[in-house]
């Protein structure tokens, strides 16, 4: 009843006004309905864009945990390979600085390229084990090296899902009409996890 009222009384002072005046209410009106339409828009997309980075994190936070856990590992499989090859210094170094390269990066950029110098490094570290029987049959170096390909399944695991979430936000950001808010608000793109899939397989 009361919605009934305010409607007739609206249509009664409308049409009071000329039909210059008439025109101009609509099309403030419909200016409005366009401006209410466009905010609905930019914040549905600027929130769209927030879960998309925020699901980028978390899922880089899995990968950073596994390759966190990797590293804990190196010096224990160094000082186990010296036991038996002592003329490989150079190599074992570059082994520990990539392993401290992993360990004190403080981007996910910066974490990724020293991940793939450590797997690089760790290559070269079990090639050696190759030409040492010895070395192959120790136990501690094999549950090491169980232990490392178990994580590194459980890398590549993580870093499928997280270049899954890194695709839709990329997406979102260099659509139209999404990219004008992206770049309204400087939304940037996310590094893909690449990696050398020779090198990986090396444990």
């Not at 409607?7 to 209410?25: A, Q």
């Not at 793109?189 to 899939?197: M, R």
């Amino acid at each position: 009843m009361m919605l009934r009222k305010i409607g007739t009384k609206y249509f009664l002072c409308y049409n009071l006004y000329s039909e210059g005046e008439k025109k101009m209410i609509q099309f403030l009106i419909g200016l409005g309905i366009v401006i209410f339409l466009i905010i609905i828009y930019v914040m549905a997309t600027y929130n769209g864009l927030i879960s998309l980075r925020n699901r980028v994190k978390d899922q880089w936070a899995q990968v950073d945990v596994q390759l966190k856990k990797r590293a804990s590992l190196i010096p224990n499989l160094v000082e186990t390979v010296k036991g038996y090859v002592t003329h490989e210094k150079s190599t074992f170094e570059e082994v520990i600085v990539a392993r401290n390269k992993v360990t004190t990066a403080v981007t996910p950029e910066a974490e990724m390229d020293a991940n793939n110098m450590l797997t690089n490094t760790l290559s070269k570290l079990f090639a050696l084990s190759e030409a040492y029987p010895d070395l192959k049959a120790n136990q501690n170096f094999l549950s090491l090296q169980a232990d490392l390909a178990d994580i590194e399944d459980k890398i590549a695991y993580a870093r499928q899902f997280y270049n899954d979430s890194v695709y839709s936000y990329n997406n979102k950001i260099e659509m139209f009409p999404s990219n004008f808010i992206s770049s309204m608000f400087k939304f940037k793109q996310s590094k893909f996890f690449e990696v050398n899939e020779e090198d990986s397989k090396n444990p």
